[in-house]
């Protein structure tokens, strides 16, 4: 079945550093991605997404590139701030029509702490 | 446009007691879904529905029942609630097709004492 995996968190970073969350996905087909950020006390809330192949996502100065020979859809920022400390998770979706729902597979969530 | 709404935000049980979680969506979306969300646990499903009148299990149905009588709402009922219900619940409505995203409401903090 489809699956996703993300990097072990929590991760903890200073204000400016670079951040990169790894994600790989096991998938029949061609699933879509998403990456989605949970605030604290908050309900997630979509970030970026691609739906093929090579398609990057980008929001917010955050960045996520499909790989398919690697896949991976790993989520970067250049530089990190105290706002974006926050649960990110990794996602795929994928649709086969008739009675399939498209059922959303999310990773287990990376804790991300940025201090000043 | 208000999305996916959730009421309560907040609410205390008691063993035994019983409650109606509503979900409101103003986006005309065909599919609607419900998680609970507990501490290392991620996002699990507990029901879903395709489409007005229908209405599926997903992976932690058990102590759970829906209804989703109108396109636009969904609702989550505990019958006789118990601690192990104590959770975060967020509701969730998207479009057909791989290409599109989930929109989620703000949750539920539900406990059971």
């Known amino acids: 079945g489809n699956s996703v995996t993300q990097m072990e968190g929590p991760v903890t970073l200073s204000e400016e550093a670079f951040l990169t969350i790894n994600c790989t996905y096991t998938?029949?087909?061609?699933?879509?991605l998403f990456w989605y950020v949970q605030y604290p006390g908050e309900g997630l809330q979509l970030l970026l997404k691609?739906?093929?192949?090579?398609d990057k996502g980008s929001n917010k100065g955050f960045e996520a590139t499909y790989r398919k020979e690697t896949t991976s859809f790993h989520l970067e920022k250049g530089s990190v701030q105290v706002s974006d400390s926050a649960v990110y998770f990794c996602a795929l979706r994928w649709y086969a029509g008739g009675t399939s729902y498209g059922k959303l597979t999310f990773g287990q969530g990376t804790i991300l702490t940025v201090h000043p | 446009n208000a999305g996916v709404t959730q009421t309560p935000k907040f609410r205390v049980l008691k063993t035994g007691q019983s409650m109606t979680l509503l979900c409101a969506q103003d986006?005309?979306?065909?599919?609607m879904y419900w998680y609970r969300q507990d501490p290392g646990m991620g996002l699990r499903l507990i029901h879903y529905s395709v489409g007005e009148g229908t209405t599926a299990k997903g992976e932690v149905p058990d102590g759970y029942n829906v209804s989703r009588l109108k396109k636009q709402n969904f609702l989550l009922g505990l019958e006789s609630a118990a601690p192990s219900q104590t959770s975060v619940y967020f509701c969730?409505?998207?479009?057909?097709?791989?290409?599109?995203?989930?929109?989620f409401g703000s949750g539920t903090r539900l406990t059971v004492v």
């Open positions: 691609a739906t093929k192949a090579d």
């Open positions: 998938a029949t087909g061609y699933p879509s």
């Open positions: 969730a409505s998207s479009l057909a097709g791989a290409g599109y995203s989930y929109t």
């Open positions: 986006m005309n979306h065909e599919y």
